[in-house]
């Protein structure tokens, strides 16, 4: 009797041979390699439609034959296979492998369970400046820049705080109209002359548009209208707070009407740009929230949404360039940052999951073995599986349902066990259909194997065939015995 240990020795190169040999398909011998299915046999004497003990060889598992004997090739002694494997023929396409083998081969089993299906994407994002963020200083005057106050790029800078000092002409003139219709409306007020309020009224509401169109700000206003001439250089103040990104202008520096002085972007909020492969676009919408971090600040996350996905598609990397807005009050974020950005999506409020490595991918289908009542059944089922969910899941679309108990580990052994068995199978119906006379033939008629050759030796012409001889397992064949 041979141990568990030794069983199992034999059966696993027994695998070894089937998923090396099975991807051949089945040629003629005088034409190329054969099917691992045309192997090496003894025919039976017994009744085909009886349940048999097979044996076979521990080196050349190829050898398979239902009586013991020695190997024809190496000259070892066959040893039985368990029964169960012998019994596959009458269990379809279920497989059925000893209790104590699948606690050697390590066959960790799960339950398909029902749940929703989220899905978990993670992509590489480049942090930019948001456009809507981004402000041009421009002069509507022309004149000479007196002083500058924003003199370096990158120096940030108030709502509100001075950005350079300039003389011009135009405002020049503009102030002294203002300040003389300040002292003719003060005037008239004092002279009680009630008829002309109204039109000194318009004409320094008209003072006051003009200076404002020409760039000035309400605080700047304000100071000039206190003054009894106008200044030599007037004050242009910052409309937003920001960093200075461009300064073409030096102090001193001419301008002109319509000359861009100064670049000034808002970081309160900045945009993520990142590339989405063709097949994961499914899982971003616009309006979607996102968690983004940094290698500088670990352990926070930045929340934003997305704001805009781009319509067409790299041909070169195949992904789209997807942008979110993230808030960054504290301005802990810079541009040129790289950050990870976490996107998740709910695919399907309810489906029936299994872990991932349950599904063996052939390329053209997908299988999972499910385990039977018995202990020790497993029948491979055909699947069709969907989106990926998060905790290493996959949706199953055909072929599962909720409760059933499938192979996450050992499943590759089970598959090379199956593959045995079909052989197995196979060697059966054969020796039914070809290899064994019917039970009504005449005692001198030889048995033929599926090639057509008896199994004597001789031909169907009653030739002697090459290489006739005694059987490979050692002596005259069962049924040339039985003709003496």
Not at 190 to 218: E, H, V, Y
Not at 292 to 317: C, M
Not at 451 to 473: C, I, L, R, V
Request: hydrophobic content about 40%.
């Amino acid at each position: 009797m041979k141990s568990p240990a030794h069983r199992f020795t034999l059966r696993f190169l027994l695998w070894i041979f089937v998923a090396m040999v099975a991807p051949f398909p089945s040629v003629p011998c005088d034409r190329g390699l054969p099917s691992p299915l045309d192997v090496t046999t003894v025919q039976a004497a017994d009744d085909p439609a009886a349940p048999v003990q097979l044996w076979t060889c521990g080196m050349h598992p190829q050898v398979i034959q239902d009586h013991p004997g020695e190997c024809p090739i190496c000259h070892m002694k066959l040893t039985p296979l368990e029964s169960a494997a012998t019994e596959a023929s009458s269990a379809g396409s279920a497989v059925t492998i000893d209790p104590v083998v699948v606690q050697n081969m390590g066959v960790r089993t799960v339950r398909a369970v029902e749940g929703p299906v989220v899905r978990e994407l993670r992509v590489a994002g480049f942090v930019e400046e948001a456009e809507p963020g981004i402000h041009d200083v421009t002069l509507r005057v022309g004149g000479f820049i007196r002083h500058l106050y924003a003199n370096t790029e990158g120096l940030h800078i108030a709502s509100g705080d001075p950005m350079f000092d300039l003389y011009s002409p135009d405002i020049q003139v503009a102030v002294d109209e203002m300040i003389a219709l300040r002292k003719r409306r003060d005037a008239a007020r004092a002279s009680a002359r009630g008829d002309s309020d109204a039109t000194m009224d318009s004409l320094w509401n008209a003072a006051l548009r003009k200076l404002a169109l020409q760039g000035l700000d309400p605080t700047e206003i304000a100071r000039l209208q206190k003054l009894d001439h106008a200044p030599d250089a007037v004050t242009f103040r910052s409309p937003l707070a920001g960093e200075i990104t461009e300064k073409p202008v030096v102090e001193g520096a001419a301008v002109t009407m319509g000359q861009k002085v100064l670049r000034i972007v808002d970081h309160s909020t900045l945009w993520i740009d990142a590339r989405v492969f063709e097949q994961d676009l499914a899982v971003v919408s616009v309006g979607q929230s996102v968690q983004a971090s940094i290698a500088s600040q670990p352990g926070r996350t930045f929340a934003g949404q997305v704001v805009f996905i781009h319509p067409h598609l790299d041909p070169t990397t195949r992904t789209a360039s997807v942008r979110m807005a993230v808030s960054n009050a504290a301005l802990e974020l810079r541009p040129g940052m790289f950050a990870d950005v976490v996107l998740r999506a709910k695919l399907a409020d309810s489906a029936v999951l299994v872990p991932r490595e349950a599904v063996i991918d052939t390329g053209d289908r997908q299988v999972a073995f499910v385990v039977g009542e018995k202990p020790g059944h497993f029948e491979p089922r055909r699947v069709r599986i969907g989106w990926p969910a998060e905790g290493g899941n996959v949706q199953v679309l055909e072929g599962l349902a909720a409760g059933d108990e499938v192979v996450v580990s050992g499943q590759f052994l089970i598959d090379a066990e199956s593959r045995l068995q079909d052989a197995l199978r196979k060697f059966i119906s054969q020796r039914q259909v070809a290899g064994v006379p019917p039970a009504d033939a005449k005692p001198g008629t030889p048995a033929r194997d599926s090639t057509g050759t008896a199994s004597n030796g001789t031909s169907p012409g009653g030739e002697a065939s090459p290489g006739s001889g005694p059987s490979p397992a050692g002596g005259a064949s069962p049924d040339s015995g039985a003709s003496k």
